[in-house]
């Protein structure tokens, strides 16, 4: 054919132009209908044959056919090739009859093609591929309006020379039109970054990162009106290829593009409350996931942004509570999806471990975590049940065994088997070393204790898995205790505290430690002016209506007329105030006959509303005395330990609560059943106090006074008046106490928990103390000196002081609590 003139093609790129901007406005339900009624049919039917579509596929990352396509100033010519439904007759009849029209592509440029008239719409989109490596499948041409129907010819859809027709992709009717035009508009600006001039250049991408905000500002707007459709609305941004878009520009040349590309992506990794809050950004974990899959495919996985994403998505999944957002998946597809990210990131543990310092990033540490969180929803989703697998699940030998099970359990002995590994080196170098000089390497194994927790809930997915992980802490105790004597807080760590016979005090006490706030030095200190002679009363003022946040940052203590502050003062207030509470004339507590050392709540506190706001004021007291790591020399009675725990009261345990009592029982359980049964004893279900100087009767069941105790029901009545005792008497106390405590705690739920995983000796040494001879060798060792060096002339003189022979351990114990932590 002859070629076109400038002028010429100039006025029909223009006309093409404006059909386009025409097509861009239509709404996407009008353009998937065809002029004929039964072409429209057989289109439905094509639909019908899949649940959603993408609007547009990106050609292969990496390939350079995109090349092919060029500017609208400079369309590009494609030659004809034989059509499939021409036969050779036909083909050499009409070779003289070659047509040739304009296509406008979605990339916004334009192309020549040269086809002969009885060749099919569908030869065209063939030719068409090879530059926007889309499947035939998923284009269409428009021509006037129109879809043309792939298997007719260009004929019957009256093409003409010059004629200009559209190339776009499968469209069908849809519940989020401007979505999927949003989606459209983003690909385009991507798509033209390559062939748009200087002068448009940095309005195209900052456009690329205003349409993503966009779309997600949309997706905000449907949450308000429709939540059920979000999930949907989200999908388009898949299934449109906008991911595939973005990590295509992200591998551009072209070091701009690549930052507009970095840029857009990690608006999704995180939340931003102008256009992607919280409650919309957990619903982008397919988009994120999508992401993850094409970098992983493309870049590797040891680039930076696929590393970010898979950062994301493990945080996403964790926020979520498992993955319940990556919809459409079925769970054993969101299962193969989540094995992927576990494996991978397994074996990058596997391979810190391996090295001599044994570092891991904890990025990896907290991924592998959170991948295997949703793992354990995503299987008991698949298995219709909570629990672990069962064990012939991962038996390689039963007919019902799992391939991915198997895959997944190995990865879980594997890292099983590493970790004993790890253990057994710091357990060598503490045998060989010491404790003491082992201390200074715990910088090189800071990841071991972390590991640990990850081995914990990768255990809780297979049945008989905790018991293996059990076994393992129960070898290498002695590591392990070391290891969490001087690990950092952390929430991920609480799970050693329900293997007591694995832990020591030690390890436990820094565990329970982590679960009250951790004070610093430029946090707002909660001030106090105390009168000495006031001490009980002003210091309830000032801790009892003061917002528990307040106390969580310190205290800062001055004694009215006093210049002396710091921490020995305030060691000094915590002693003093703990001996006036538990002052038996406050009527608060009453000593144990046996042990008057130890306390419990006095049953006739009650009595007074006034008493129950200072149990509240107790329980701050001594959760802020832990807190401050003051021991203020008291110790609690075992029962009132265990109510404090959530946990039940046996007789056993009242032996030193009330010693009358617990006598007083074992004889009515180990009596003659004849003489009980006389009713010798004149006993019923009732219980006789004494209140306020007055005498009253107490039923320990419904008709109580009407049921004689006899030799069948006598464990029962035993029972009753014990929890009536020790228990019920008491309840308003214990509750106030124990919100008091939770009110300091980090998280007010965890009160029961702090006191089940002690036992009653490990909280007298945190609270109490020890009254064991005080090793001032050892207390000069451990002693940070402020201000002054260990050979000053005034630190020799406080040494001498605690050394002289003369001085009683009684008298060493008073002073320590009047020394601060640092001189």
């Not at 001879?773 to 451990?782: L, P, Q």
Request: proline share 4%; hydrophobic share 40%.
């Amino acid at each position: 054919m002859s070629s076109l003139g400038s002028g010429e093609l100039y006025a029909a790129i223009t006309r093409l132009r404006q059909r386009f901007d025409q097509h861009r406005k239509r709404k996407l339900e009008d353009y998937a209908l065809l002029s004929s009624p039964s072409a429209a049919a057989a289109d439905s039917d094509d639909d019908d044959d899949q649940d959603s579509f993408p609007l547009l596929k990106m050609h292969k990352l990496g390939s350079s056919s995109s090349s092919s396509a060029v500017s609208d100033d400079h369309p590009s010519q494609l030659r004809p090739q034989p059509s499939s439904s021409s036969s050779p007759s036909s083909s050499s009849s009409s070779s003289s009859s070659t047509l040739h029209f304009f296509v406008r592509l979605m990339s916004r440029n334009t192309v020549v093609i040269h086809a002969r008239p009885d060749d099919t719409v569908d030869s065209v989109i063939d030719q068409l591929q090879s530059i926007t490596g889309i499947p035939i499948s998923e284009q269409r041409l428009l021509y006037r309006g129109r879809q043309l129907q792939g298997e007719a010819t260009l004929a019957a859809c009256a093409v003409e020379n010059d004629a200009s027709l559209q190339l776009t992709g499968r469209l069908r009717s849809t519940k989020h039109p401007r979505a999927w035009q949003i989606a459209d508009d983003l690909i385009a600006s991507i798509c033209s970054l390559d062939t748009v001039g200087d002068d448009r250049l940095h309005a195209t991408r900052t456009n690329v990162e205003g349409l993503i905000k966009r779309f997600l500002s949309l997706t905000c707007n449907i949450f308000e009106t429709n939540r059920e459709e979000v999930a949907a609305h989200l999908e388009v941004f898949t299934l449109s290829g906008a991911p595939s878009a973005l990590v295509k520009l992200y591998l551009s040349p072209v070091h701009d593009n690549r930052l507009v590309a970095t840029n857009a992506i990690k608006i999704f990794l995180h939340p931003n409350p102008e256009f992607l809050p919280e409650y919309i950004h957990v619903q982008c974990a397919p988009i994120v996931l999508k992401f993850c899959k094409i970098l992983s495919g493309t870049v590797g996985k040891k680039d930076l942004q696929y590393i970010r994403c898979r950062s994301a998505l493990a945080s996403l999944l964790e926020t979520a509570g498992g993955p319940r957002y990556l919809t459409p998946l079925k769970p054993l597809d969101i299962i193969l999806e989540l094995l992927g990210f576990t494996s991978e990131l397994t074996k990058l543990v596997l391979s810190g471990l391996s090295e001599e310092f044994m570092c891991i990033a904890q990025t990896v540490l907290d991924d592998l975590s959170n991948f295997l969180s949703a793992m354990r929803w995503a299987i008991q989703d698949w298995m219709g049940m909570e629990g672990p697998i069962a064990r012939h699940l991962y038996n390689s030998k039963h007919p019902e065994y799992e391939d991915w099970i198997g895959s997944l359990h190995h990865l879980f002995i594997d890292l099983l088997k590493m970790v004993d590994q790890g253990l057994k080196r710091v357990e060598d170098c503490i045998n060989q070393e010491g404790l003491e000089r082992c201390e200074s390497f715990l910088t090189m194994w800071p990841d071991m204790v972390a590991v640990l927790s990850v081995a914990n809930v990768f255990a809780k997915m297979f049945e008989d898995a905790q018991q293996l992980l059990h076994a393992l802490l129960l070898v290498r105790r002695i590591p392990v205790n070391f290891l969490l004597k001087h690990a950092k807080r952390s929430d991920k760590l609480r799970w050693f505290l329900k293997y007591k016979d694995v832990t020591d005090f030690e390890a436990r006490r820094n565990l329970v430690l982590m679960l009250l706030p951790e004070w610093k030095d430029e946090d707002e200190l909660h001030e106090m002016l105390i009168d000495r002679s006031q001490l009980l009363a002003e210091s309830f003022e000032y801790i009892n209506q003061a917002d528990p946040m307040a106390l969580h940052g310190g205290l800062f203590l001055e004694f009215k007329n006093e210049e002396a502050t710091g921490p020995g003062v305030l060691r000094e207030w915590f002693c003093l105030l703990c001996q006036a509470i538990f002052n038996p004339q406050n009527v608060l507590f009453l000593p144990c006959p046996n042990d008057r050392r130890r306390f419990f709540p006095n049953p006739a506190s009650a009595v007074d509303p006034l008493h129950l706001k200072y149990f509240s004021f107790t329980g701050r007291v001594i959760a802020l005395a832990l807190m401050h790591k003051v021991q203020v020399g008291i110790a609690f009675d075992h029962v009132f330990f265990l109510q404090l725990g959530g946990k039940s009261v046996t007789l056993e345990d009242i032996k030193d609560a009330d010693p009358c009592l617990y006598i007083s029982c074992k004889q009515i359980l180990d009596m003659d059943a004849d003489l009980i049964d006389s009713d010798a004893l004149g006993l019923t279900f009732v219980r006789e106090i004494n209140e306020l100087g007055s005498r009253r009767t107490i039923e320990l069941c419904p008709k109580g006074k009407d049921i004689v105790v006899n030799s069948k029901n006598r464990e029962e009545y035993v029972n009753l008046l014990i929890q009536h005792h020790f228990v019920t008497s008491i309840s308003e106390q214990v509750t106030h106490f124990a919100q008091g405590f939770a009110d300091i705690l980090s998280n007010s739920k965890h009160h029961k928990f702090f006191f089940q995983s002690l036992d009653l000796e490990d909280f007298d040494r945190m609270i109490g103390g020890s009254d064991n001879v005080i090793n001032v060798k050892e207390w000069k060792a451990h002693t940070e000196y402020n201000g002054y060096k260990a050979k000053d002339r005034q630190i020799c003189w406080f040494w001498k002081v605690f050394d002289f022979p003369r001085l009683s351990a009684h008298i060493t114990h008073m002073l320590l609590p009047a020394v601060p932590p640092s001189i």
